[in-house]
């Protein structure tokens, strides 16, 4: 069954808010003129979800002809015909015109519940799976939670009965962690599901609260499943010592330098671009990442040593890396020692080359700069001296008069 709701701005008897300023009314009608929901007031920039939300409460209220044991879902349009997304919002001044259909259907046999809880294998390779099955599969829970299970993207398709429900998005965040990225706020910033999320993929810490993503315990166990996660945690924690270092696959117990990511070092907070210690650890793991290390670095022996022993120092990555050094590091005799063990110092003796004529390039064009500066300023010169001889002799035939 299908009950359409024209929802329209009231008329001239409609009471005039003048203070209600960053407000738009919105007013719901049946097709014979009858109030179904509102007048109210939404604020503008308000989500359809939080119209639609509005709506589907008023219609449970009127589901009392004992027909409540039927399911429904929202849809709502503008005057072209064209369906409104959550996403999309309410914008003023003015109130604005929505056509609401609500869509009756009834539960899922056992039988046809199973059918569906079979197909949801498809949405492994195609993400909009469920939202091909009848509206009455997509309001089944059971059905949906077998969806996301193969695709996250299957959640965009659930009835909002239960997309709306915070109850129902933890479980579907069970079932599937990227799920997050379309939970509620009450989802996101409960501890113990993000928890159980990061703990499946660090990389789930992106759509954790911004709360829990400054939670330092948290993003801890979220770098332990996916270095990665380094990245989404707070602007505090990405200064913090102990989380870069274990971001990097470093603990501070360690003897020796691990395995890691030094390239992280970019996402890192200031204070850490300028900590020797960490710098060193970085460019130990990828000497690339000295790059994002402060310039002060790149005149650092020590810093530069740690590259060149990095096990990422090959030869296909060592110019770059040699390029980003300092010329007085370069004609250091240890760095230029190791290099020579390494079979590299060719490779290094051609940078410097390289650097010399770029050097002696910009020498001559800044020597021939200045001689084009000198002869510019001849004729202006020649012109100042004509200038002054001009006013001495008419002060001198100024004497003589």
């Known amino acids: 069954r299908i009950f359409f709701f024209g929802m329209a701005a009231p008329g001239n008897g409609a009471v005039q808010h003048q203070d209600l300023s960053g407000m738009v009314e919105v007013v719901a009608t049946g097709l014979a003129g009858q109030v179904v929901w509102g007048p109210n007031f939404l604020s503008a920039g308000s989500s359809i979800r939080e119209l639609r939300a509005c709506l589907m409460t008023a219609r449970v209220l009127q589901m009392s002809d004992g027909s409540s044991g039927a399911g429904f879902c929202t849809v709502i349009l503008d005057n072209s015909g064209r369906e409104f997304k959550d996403e999309e919002t309410i914008e003023g001044p003015g109130a604005l015109v929505f056509i609401t259909i609500f869509m009756e259907f009834e539960p899922l046999t056992s039988n046809d519940r199973q059918k569906y809880k ?34 996250a993207e299957s959640f965009r398709y659930t009835n909002e009965a239960l997309r709306y429900d915070p109850t129902f998005q933890c479980k579907a965040v069970v079932a599937n962690w990227r799920v997050l990225q379309h939970a509620d706020d009450i989802v996101s910033n409960d501890v113990t599901i993000v928890a159980r999320c990061v703990k499946i993929d660090g990389r789930s810490l992106q759509f954790a609260s911004e709360g ?73 793991l990828d000497p690339n990442a000295l790059q994002y290390a402060e310039e002060v670095f790149r005149s650092d022996v020590d810093v530069a040593l740690c590259g060149i022993r990095s096990k990422k120092f090959t030869l296909r990555s060592c110019s770059a890396f040699l390029q980003m050094i300092d010329f007085s590091v370069l004609c250091n005799e240890a760095f230029s020692a190791h290099l020579e ?29 200045e001689i084009k500066l000198q002869e510019d300023m001849k004729p202006s010169q020649n012109t100042l001296l004509c200038s002054r001889l001009a006013k001495t002799k008419w002060s001198e035939e100024s004497d003589d008069d």
């Open 341 to 369: 063990r390494v079979d590299m110092l060719e490779i290094m003796q051609e940078i410097l080359a390289d650097r010399a004529k770029a050097l002696s390039v910009k020498d001559l064009m800044k020597d021939q700069e």
């Open 118 to 151: 079979e197909l949801g294998i498809q949405a492994r390779l195609v993400p909009n799976a469920l939202g091909q099955l009848p509206d009455a599969a997509q309001a089944d829970e059971e059905v949906v939670l077998e969806h996301i299970g193969w695709h």
């Open 212 to 284: 829990l993503r400054d939670d330092k315990g948290l993003v801890l166990k979220a770098i332990t499943s996916d270095s990665e996660a380094f990245k989404f945690a707070s602007q505090r924690l990405r200064a913090d010592r102990e989380v870069v270092l274990a971001a990097m696959g470093q603990a501070r117990s360690d003897n020796c330098v691990a395995e890691g990511n030094g390239y992280l070092l970019q996402y890192a907070g200031p204070s850490i671009r300028l900590d020797k210690e960490i710098v060193s650890i970085a460019v130990g």
